[in-house]
């Protein structure tokens, strides 16, 4: 397992909070004006803490096991708005104001892009900017 502790004090508030055997717990970023659904990641005490504290979304990559501040690539920050738990206390919900219109690695607005229609999944949603244009190729390809 990897190392999900915080490494900062967290405050009292966050105890409040279930996290997951991993020391994790899902976050739903949801547009504060539309209230349309944008995407799920997950935060450790100390990315939920670091998020209250700075008012920007801060998650936990599990790919990169470590801190994950939402459009440090992208430039596709989230602007935290609210903060908020469901009755479990096991996931958070961040109302946030999305930079760029843009909060999928695709490109799209939303990760929900697509849609089950008579038993397919179908892409309903465009892509605004060529994921190769806001991260870059990767190294190899021209």
């Not at 936990?60 to 479990?88: N, P």
């Not at 939303?110 to 806001?134: H, M, N, Q």
């Amino acid at each position: 397992m990897k190392e999900t502790l915080p490494n900062v004090d967290s405050p009292e508030w966050v105890n409040a909070i279930k996290f997951n055997d991993d020391g994790l717990v899902p976050a739903i970023a949801q547009d504060a004006t539309t209230g349309d659904i944008l995407m799920m990641a997950w935060m450790n005490p100390e990315a939920l803490t670091l998020t209250a504290q700075e008012g920007v979304a801060i998650y936990w990559s599990r790919s990169r096991g470590k801190l994950w501040r939402k459009g440090e690539s992208s430039g596709h920050q989230q602007r935290v708005a609210e903060i908020r738990f469901d009755c479990d206390a096991d996931v958070i919900l961040l109302k946030v104001e999305q930079q760029g219109g843009i909060a999928c690695h695709t490109g799209r607005r939303s990760c929900f892009y697509r849609k089950l229609v008579d038993g397919e999944w179908v892409t309903v949603d465009p892509v605004i900017k060529d994921p190769d244009a806001i991260y870059g190729k990767p190294e190899g390809e021209s």
